[in-house]
């Protein structure tokens, strides 16, 4: 219990900006070794969130307000890390670049036009989906909330874990690249997070849509990168957790429409 709650914290530090985490985090632990802790950490990176998911009907906000107040606690909460790999991954390979210079795009700290557009198109998404979960149910929007953070994290963990770096010496290949078993097992817990809390928000039907569209989403984005890259980059990960929150939240909304 002890190693889990070190394992945590040390993956709150790096997926979050909350201050006790990044304090209690002073070594050089391969992060690698820590990803089955990941949708925990997500978890309670979205406690904020779901939060304002909660309370934000009863004091008399618009479901679209709620929604918008909610994914800018969690990119506040987050420092926009995954954003951040979203947007680097649809500059470098929205040109349809070789994969040297793909590469190369994707550590330049400029944003381009994909990158731009792919932002904006998350943020709207994510907004507009939630807000269908808030109208359908406060509660259920903020389970669905807490479930989808705890799954697209696992998600990243499983990707990691199954493809080889494709940047040697960038940010995913410096933490330690999980073994297949740890992967497997983030991915499993944050299925498992995500059902539950599913299914208490807003029932089977609709949570086992978001599981298979999240999960098709991630498929298809892992190959994707496989023939581009070769493998997988920090940015890459970051952008999975993207792609799949937004493809569970549809299937949540879909499901429960």
Known sequence: MREFTASTMRSLAFLTRLPPARRAFTGTHPLGEDVHAFPLAGLIAALPAALILFLGPAVGLSALVVAALAVAAMVFVTGALHEDGLGDVADGLGGHHERERALAIMKDSRVGSYGALALVLSIALRIGLLAEL????????????????????????????????????????????????????????????????????????????????????????????????????????????????????????????
Do not use: K, Y
Not at 160 to 173: F, H, K, N, R, Y
Not at 216 to 225: A, N, Q, T
């Open 134 to 257: 808030v109208e359908a149910g406060p509660i259920g929007a903020a389970l669905a909330m807490l479930g989808i953070a705890a799954a697209s994290r696992g998600a990243m963990a499983w990707l990691w874990a199954s493809l080889p770096s494709a940047s040697v010496g960038g940010t995913a290949d410096r933490m330690g690249r999980p073994d297949r078993r740890n992967g497997r097992a983030a991915l499993l817990i944050g299925d498992g997070l995500f059902l539950v809390s599913g299914i208490l928000a807003v029932g089977f039907g609709p949570t086992l849509a978001g599981f298979l569209l999240g999960g098709l989403v991630l498929l298809w984005f892992r190959g994707f990168i496989e023939r581009r890259l070769g493998g997988q980059t920090g940015d890459c990960l970051g952008a999975s957790q993207q792609l799949v929150e937004i493809a569970a939240l549809l299937g949540l909304a879909l499901g429960s429409g």
